[in-house]
């Protein structure tokens, strides 16, 4: 099956998950196409929680095991959206 798997994290707690957050996207740099975050910021106040979406490339095994280790962080809500591309026209 050819797959687009596509990550959804919340981050509730930027300043305490992004450090630990960060390294686990660095180890699976390899298999992130595309990285896209986003969180409110104004001149007064940077927000504390932050959202990122990727789009996943390579195997899906490596896919498999980013998201294991990213569950395993306490701040971070994970959502996932596959799609099933073998049977697009």
């Known amino acids: 099956m050819q797959e687009l798997r ?3 994290l919340n981050v509730f707690d930027r300043i305490k998950e992004a450090g630990r957050t960060q390294s686990v996207l660095s180890g699976y740099g390899h298999c ?3 990285r896209l975050g986003f ?4 001149s007064e106040v940077c927000s504390r929680d932050g959202f990122i ?3 996943l490339a390579g195997e899906s095994s490596e896919w498999d ?6 569950s395993q962080i306490g701040g971070l809500n994970l959502q996932v959206m596959s799609f ?3 049977d697009i026209s």
């Open 6 to 8: 596509i990550l959804g």
């Open 32 to 34: 992130i196409r595309t």
């Open 39 to 42: 969180h409110e910021l104004t």
């Open 53 to 55: 979406i990727l789009e």
């Open 65 to 70: 095991k980013l998201q294991q280790e990213l």
């Open 84 to 86: 099933d591309l073998t």
